[in-house]
């Protein structure tokens, strides 16, 4: 069997996590994987929230909780040049239980890991997470002893302990495109000449049309050019990447385009795109027609169609919160 190379790595530090993430590069010639699995948990102390000393407490969160983010930070542009990637996250269900700062590590692994998502999803970089239950490991045993593992066992559907080779599957789906919301075109990857694929999440403003995921990348070659804005900046780069125009503001987006498509999570967020001092309707031109798609409180359709009343345009009937605001078949103003 061939020898696979090891790094010493304290995770906790961006200069150790950068000189592996090179290594890894020049090894293989890129990064495409990465598993954040590194922990303090054999040798883990047992000691309540309110009395765990402060400098250990520090170290323990550093090493459980930072970690995660020094190393995606450091796999962050070797992954990005390849196209995209995955990364898959060591969670735990201790986060949902009482388990001291452990648990409290393992909460924020399930924050970091939604909040990455969002940010990494215009690279075309999926992240990930899986949380096992009681497992059967030789630190689990040194930590809680046969006893505490029998006893957290009992109340599982599956009376048994997992084993690590439970979470091989799982991983390694993750990591595979076969996890993608839309398999990517693995010619356009590889040529990395467009770092997104067809699993890009959308984000809060584009224009052109709808910059929903899988009609992501058919949208760079609309007619007259794409113009592009988001709330967060690194999201428009696989656009300007494939020459899209990363307008600075939602009212730039509306003074370059006659179609405009807004994909948002968040009722404030709407409302600030739409009507802010930078909005979207202020500044479009007659004719342009505008569709709201949102995921957010029932109401909000009725309220952004009086919104739109209010600025002179007019609105369809809202038909769902989910597709919140569509245009009329004759342009809106």
């Not at 323990?60 to 996250?89: K, Q, S």
């Not at 009376?159 to 990591?175: E, H, N, S, Y």
């Amino acid at each position: 069997m061939a020898r696979r190379p090891f790094v010493r790595c304290d995770v906790s530090d961006p200069a150790p996590a950068d000189a592996m993430a090179r290594e890894a590069v020049e090894r293989f010639g890129g990064i495409d994987l990465l598993v954040n699995n590194a922990a303090i948990y054999g040798t883990m102390q047992f000691d309540l929230l309110v009395t765990v000393d402060w400098g250990y407490y520090r170290r323990f969160m550093a090493v459980n909780m930072d970690g995660a983010l020094v190393v995606t930070r450091a796999c962050l542009e070797p992954m990005t040049a390849r196209g995209g990637g995955a990364i898959v996250n060591q969670s735990s269900t201790a986060a949902w239980l009482y388990s001291g700062f452990y648990g409290l590590a393992k909460v924020g692994i399930n924050g970091l890991t939604q909040q990455l998502a969002h940010e990494l999803g215009g690279r075309s970089i999926r992240v990930n997470a899986i949380a096992p239950g009681p497992t059967d490991t030789e630190a689990t045993r040194n930590q809680v002893g046969e006893g505490m593992v029998a006893s957290l066992v009992k109340d599982l559907a599956i009376k048994r302990p997992g084993q690590p080779a439970d979470m091989v599957g799982a991983c390694l789906f993750l990591l595979s495109d076969d996890a993608a919301d839309h398999r990517p075109d693995p010619e356009r990857r590889r040529r990395a000449d467009l770092p997104m694929s067809d699993a890009t999440h959308p984000a809060s403003a584009s224009s052109g049309s709808v910059r929903s995921a899988p009609m992501a990348t058919r949208w760079l070659e609309w007619p007259g050019g794409l113009t592009v804005f988001d709330v967060h900046p690194p999201a428009t780069e696989p656009f300007a990447a494939g020459g899209a125009h990363v307008a600075r503001s939602p009212a730039e987006v509306a003074r370059r385009a006659s179609v405009i498509s807004i994909m948002v999570r968040d009722d404030a967020q709407v409302t600030e795109v739409l009507s802010g001092t930078d909005g979207i309707l202020a500044a479009a031109a007659p004719g342009t027609v505008v569709a709201v798609h949102s995921t957010v409180e029932a109401d909000t359709p009725a309220r952004l169609a009086g919104i739109a009343a209010a600025h002179g345009w007019r609105s369809s009937t809202p038909r769902s919160a989910a597709a919140s605001w569509a245009p009329t078949p004759a342009p809106w103003r």
